[in-house]
């Protein structure tokens, strides 16, 4: 993979990260002993029994929400790490370069397309 197309698909991951810590932060708190690791905060509406209510169903909608950006997150980092290392772009199965394409549609994709569909098929 050329340099410039490497440099455009870290500037993607970077911009899907500070997306989704962005997102996270809205509802939720970073530990501050591990940067992959967010906290939903708790709502407080109020103290009446239906406020009660509220909080707990919101609370359980932010940590779901939570889950799905924080496994983002980690894919993101992921390949920024592979991207240091100089294992990106290479599938994970097979150790065959990633069609750019797809990368370029998803960059955090570990397998190239033949391995996809072998191993979610
Ligand atoms: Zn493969």
Known sequence: MDKKTLKILEDKLLEEKAKHE???SRFAKRNPQNEDDFNADFPQLGEKEDENASEVAE???D???ERTLEASLKDVNKALERMKDGTYGICKYCSKPIDEKRLMARPTSTSCIDCKKLFTE
Do not use: I, M, V
Request: aromatic fraction near 12%; hydrophobic fraction near 35%.
């Open 22 to 24: 962005e997102e996270l």
């Open 59 to 61: 609370y359980s909608k």
């Open 63 to 65: 940590l779901t929400l």
